[in-house]
């Protein structure tokens, strides 16, 4: 369904890349991820969760992210999901895993799209009541995308343990 397609009246508009219905009032997937974002910019409460926000959303639009960072992304989040990372804003490795992380991202390879991009997409995250919902939110969204990447759980997992500590 393309995203064009608005003979419904906007509110059946469908994302042709994670098949998420557009919620009225936006205009396309992006723009909700934007406010997605902007909440977790302004309000310090939200922060804690910003890397899963970037890393489910670039995996499940990554005609749009582009296609060569779906490595670097399932990657990071393998790390945060299975090795404890640290998901908040402006969250850093530490500088030895930084250098590591650097040299390999050259050699990243190209990892297809699942078919199915995951059960869960940003417009289950908008509209949290507070913070706590928000993050909750926001994991399980994340979990939906890494479990719908299983094809390539093998390579993120070598690649992460490699990172890890
Ligand atoms: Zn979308």
Redesign the pocket.
Known sequence: MALENDKFGGAERV?A????PVPAGFER?RAVFEEVCAREYSDPAFQGVHLLTVDAYAL??SDECGPRSNAFHLMRLCLLLEHDGDPRLGARPPRAQAKAFEHDLRGFPFLTPPSRPGTL??ADVIGAQDSAEHSERVWRWARSVWDAWEPHHAWARETAQRHAR
């Open positions: 994302c890349m994670c098949g998420a997937c499940q639009h997409t940003v």
